[in-house]
């Protein structure tokens, strides 16, 4: 085995053929680090036919003002089954790092923990990698902990993840749960539609994502981010889509539908006159009656929202990537005004079948707080996630690899004394 320096294309070759692969370690998000002014570095491990065995991207990231750190986002693409090449590779890098005025590594593996139930409960007698997480310990890698929540610092350890290989596009929606089921079913027939939008005219969606943010007093990546990783993954593999009303067809809808019923009406009239008395008849006339009324208040309200909000009424969006055989979801947001319309399932359940048919593995609705009860502040997305068909996941988390004792030892001194001060 030998360490050496990769260029990006042979780190890409690897890592989209490699176990713990995620968006988030391709070169492609790596190099968007260089608008940060952060350097980027591709190392691995070769056997003796070059044939890559190992392999690390990662960011140069400035700390307390002096220092640096490298940070390898969702993790090294190392067989941590392998202790000899695990080994091999942590020494080689800890002097490289060294070497390049890094004081430690940051990772936290795109790799499971331990096996968790359909409600997010370890499963008794379920495997778990605690031996794995042991190992890296005894070769210098710090754990953060087994936290919960969303560090401001730290990736999610927990996500919702739908495993797509042994499910046919009738398996997925059959796994739905039923009132989700009945929810899609009726937006789509309220004329809910959906549509993606392209780099050059994302004002809708980020309309949408600085009044979601607001409500939900979160912070965005803004309008810039969404464009640079759209450019830097390409539109077949970074996509906005939003759903919405389009009120011309709308309206074309419910007066089919209403001149339908009307014409349904005539009939079970007719035969009422003849038998007043019928049960079935009587009972006939009620829903058409009932039906009548729904689809003028559908009419009235759809006249409504197009006096306040134009022809085409946006209801949700959300920004999903896909990258080598997994579609992530990364962020959404919806307005609370037309949330009758439920936008947000009609998009995902449009993403889910676009997984499915690209011939994706998985389908990632990402991070969730790990807290899987009503105390969690996340319990509700949870659950809507778990209602399409997600089963909840536990990534081994954070660990540091200090690579230069001394430098380390100097950041650790400047954060107690900061920490002082700040009292």
Same mark, same amino acid.
């Given at each position: 085995?030998k360490?050496?320096?990769l260029t990006?294309?042979?780190?890409?070759?690897?890592a989209?053929?490699?176990a713990?692969?995620?968006y988030l370690?391709?070169?492609?998000?790596?190099?968007l680090?260089?608008?940060n002014?952060?350097?980027?570095?591709?190392?691995?491990?070769?056997?003796?036919?070059?044939q890559v065995?190992a392999?690390?991207?990662?960011?140069?990231?400035?700390v307390?003002r002096?220092?640096h750190?490298?940070?390898?986002?969702r993790?090294?693409?190392?067989?941590f089954?392998?202790?000899?090449?695990?080994?091999?590779f942590?020494?080689a890098?800890?002097k490289?790092?060294?070497?390049?005025?890094?004081?430690?590594?940051r990772m936290?593996?795109?790799v499971?923990?331990q096996?968790?139930?359909?409600?997010?409960?370890?499963?008794?007698?379920?495997w778990?990698h605690?031996?794995?997480?042991?190992?890296?310990a005894?070769l210098?890698y710090?754990?953060?902990?087994?936290?919960?929540?969303?560090?401001?610092?730290?990736?999610v350890?927990?996500m919702v993840?739908?495993?797509l290989?042994?499910?046919s596009?009738?398996?997925?929606?059959a796994n739905?749960?039923?009132?989700?089921r009945?929810?899609i079913?009726?937006?789509?027939?309220?004329?809910v539609?959906?549509k993606?939008?392209?780099?050059?005219h994302?004002?809708?969606?980020? #309309?949408?994502m600085?009044?979601?943010?607001k409500?939900?007093?979160? %912070?965005?990546m803004?309008? =810039?981010? &969404?464009?640079n990783? +759209?450019r830097?993954l390409?539109?077949?593999?970074?996509?906005?889509?939003?759903?919405?009303?389009d009120?011309?067809?709308v309206?074309?809808?419910?007066?089919?539908d209403?001149?339908d019923?009307q014409?349904?009406q005539?009939k079970?009239?007719?035969?009422?006159?003849?038998n007043?008395?019928?049960?079935k008849?009587n009972?006939?006339?009620?829903?058409?009656? #009932?039906?009548?009324?729904?689809?003028?208040r559908?009419?009235?309200? %759809?006249?409504?929202l197009? =006096?306040k &909000?134009?022809?085409e +009424?946006i209801?949700s969006?959300?920004?999903f990537?896909i990258?080598?055989?997994?579609?992530?979801?990364?962020?959404?947001g919806?307005?609370?005004?037309l949330?009758?319309?439920s936008g947000?399932?009609?998009?995902?359940d449009q993403?889910i079948?676009?997984a499915?048919?690209?011939?994706?593995?998985?389908?990632?609705?990402t991070?969730t707080?790990?807290?899987?009860?009503?105390?969690?502040?996340d319990?509700?997305?949870f659950?809507?996630?778990?209602h399409l068909?997600?089963?909840p996941?536990?990534?081994?988390?954070?660990?540091?690899?200090?690579?230069d004792?001394?430098?380390?030892?100097?950041?650790?001194r400047?954060q107690n004394l900061k920490?002082?001060?700040?009292k």
């Open positions: 085995m360490f050496k320096e990006i294309q042979e780190y890409e070759d690897f989209t053929h490699c713990g692969r995620f370690n391709s070169s492609k998000m790596i190099e680090k260089k608008q002014g952060w350097e980027t570095y591709y190392v691995g491990v070769v056997d003796d036919a070059n065995l392999a690390a991207g990662f960011s140069k990231v400035p307390m002096f220092y750190y490298a940070y390898a986002q993790g090294i693409l190392c067989d089954h392998d202790p000899e090449l695990t080994t091999f942590t020494e890098l800890k490289y790092i060294a070497d390049h005025g890094m004081a430690y590594l936290d593996p795109y499971e923990y096996q968790l139930d359909d409600d997010g409960q370890v499963v008794e007698n379920g778990n605690q031996a794995m997480t042991d190992f890296l005894s210098g710090a754990h953060q902990g087994f936290f919960k929540g969303w560090p401001e610092d730290r990736q350890r927990y993840v739908m495993d290989d042994d499910l596009e009738d398996d997925i929606v739905y749960e039923p009132n989700t009945r929810t079913a009726r937006a789509k027939k309220m004329g539609k959906t993606e939008l392209d780099l050059d994302l004002d809708p969606f980020m #309309e949408l600085d009044y979601t943010a409500k939900r007093h979160f %912070t965005d803004g309008l =810039a981010a &969404y464009q990783q +759209i830097a390409g539109s077949d593999h970074a996509k906005v889509i939003v759903s919405y009303l009120t011309v067809e309206h074309e809808k419910n007066a089919k209403l001149a019923i014409k349904e005539e079970t009239n007719a035969i009422l006159v003849k007043p008395n019928s049960k008849m009972r006939r006339q009620k829903e058409e009656l #009932e039906r009548i009324a729904q689809i003028e559908w009419e009235q309200t %759809t006249k409504e197009e =006096a &909000y134009g022809k +009424i209801l969006g959300a920004y990537v990258y080598d055989g997994e579609m992530d979801y990364i962020s959404s919806s307005y609370d005004e949330r009758k319309y947000p399932y009609v998009i995902q993403a079948r676009t499915k048919r690209l011939g994706l593995h998985r389908y990632n609705f991070g707080s790990g807290i899987f009860n009503e105390e969690g502040p319990y509700g997305v659950l809507f996630k778990k068909g997600g089963r996941i536990e990534l081994l988390g954070d660990f540091d690899l200090v690579c004792p001394k430098m380390m030892k100097n950041i650790n400047m920490h002082v001060f700040k």
